[in-house]
């Protein structure tokens, strides 16, 4: 028995050094589906996950979507214990989450085998480097309409670029601007793509039906905003959802903030967490991160003219808007109309086994934030602010690249559809 229990652990310990992966850090990793019945439900699931910093990867929607959240293996037992002390039912939902890492792995680079090579960075999950080429690329193949600008370097030096688009080179103040960036949350690859199909559609592949969205339109669009926690989650941790800032006076241990918690917008009160390790840390102050700062650049540097500004996150089908305190802009009809022709126009192109897209408050409709990047657009001034949460198909941050196209496609239907209404509003304010 001894002797079979050693061969046993020598067995697992070569297992363990020849499957060594980078997926390894999320090795007895599990993901719980929680049954949120109602509002207390949900509030209690806030409290575990605060208190025992659990990564929530879907919030769920009280009796219509279930939660989800990842646990490692020391506070797994306790999590389910306070579960089920709440009386709130679970369920396992992926037993092993560095495997089901490893397996998407695998699907991704058969599916790109399967593409022989011809696929566009905006059909792919492109690194940084692939990206900047895109963006220059476009830059200088389209110098009529588009100019590239460089915001200036990410924390680890990273250059952080994005395109201006269009007709009248900026001058004719009477178009309004729609803004969009990507890529805040270094976890959430499908961002990415939708903002370079945007700029495709827009520049490389201008269909006529479109053309009035060029010609009455300014576009300014970011498609990659966090690009050293993008390219960490690639290297090192997939599931990474911060920047990459370090700051020994705040800890030594752990890197970045949560840059949708960064903003300057009642800034570290509701929805954030005191501990430098969470992943809403909020950052000491507001903009301490420089990639949030260049967003906040572009938004005071066109306040006037920027109509409809999108923050592009994923998943869950949700088009929110502000605050995250729960109250709510003076022209929210108008907010909530423009997000419902978006998410509307959306559905009309969505897969059967896709939801719906929500629309509504963010606090209402997830739970209450502060600091966040839709809620400083509203604040200083933008008529139409959002964050877009694109579809996870079921699989969260980790959507089969197959869905790419589908996204980009139909997610590009409502941008239009929005650019569209919005700029009804735009005329109207500007005739005032
Ligand atoms: C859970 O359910 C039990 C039995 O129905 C009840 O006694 C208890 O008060 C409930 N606990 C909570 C936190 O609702
Ligand atoms: C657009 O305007 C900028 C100045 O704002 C100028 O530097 C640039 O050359 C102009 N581009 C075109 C294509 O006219
Ligand atoms: C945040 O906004 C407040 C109020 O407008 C302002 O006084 C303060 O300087 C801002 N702080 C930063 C870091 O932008």
Known sequence: MVVNTLILATACSILAVTSAGKHDVYSGYTVHGIKVNDRNDQELLFKLVDSLNIDIWDHGVPALRDALAMVGTERKDEFLKQLDLGNISHYLHLEDVSRTLKEHDLEVSYWRRSKRGRIHPFEDFPRYAEVNAYLERIASQYPD???????????????????????????????????????LHAREWVTTPVALYSIHRLVEEIRSQDRDLLDNIDWIIMPLANPDGYE?????????????????????????VDANRN????????????????????????????????????????????????????????????????????????????????????????????????????????????????????????????????PGYGQAFTVHPRYIDQINEETWHGIAASARVSLIHYKARFNN
């Open 145 to 183: 309409i588009v100019t590239l600008v460089n915001s200036g370097p990410s924390f680890e030096g990273r250059d952080i670029k994005y395109l201006k688009i269009s007709t009248t080179n900026f001058t004719d103040v009477s178009k309004p601007i729609y803004f969009m960036n990507a890529m």
């Open 232 to 256: 960490y989650s690639h290297t090192h941790e997939r599931l990474w959802r911060r920047t990459r800032s370090f700051n020994p006076s705040v800890s030594t241990t752990c890197y970045g």
């Open 263 to 390: 903003f300057n917008v009642s800034h570290n009160t509701l929805g954030v967490s005191s501990d430098p390790c969470s992943n809403v840390y909020p950052g000491h102050v507001p903009f301490s991160e420089v990639e949030t700062g260049y967003i906040r650049d572009v938004l005071l540097e066109y306040v006037e003219r920027i109509q409809l500004y999108v923050d592009i996150h994923s998943h869950g089908n949700y088009i929110l808007f502000g605050y995250g305190d729960t109250s709510l802009p003076l022209n929210v009809l108008h907010v909530h109309y423009v997000g419902a022709v978006m998410g509307a126009a959306i559905d009309a192109l969505k897969l059967p086994e896709a939801r719906y897209y929500m629309v509504g408050n963010s606090a209402l409709v997830l739970y209450v934030s502060s600091g966040s990047a839709q809620d400083y657009g509203q604040l200083v001034g933008v008529p139409f602010s959002y964050t877009l949460e694109l």
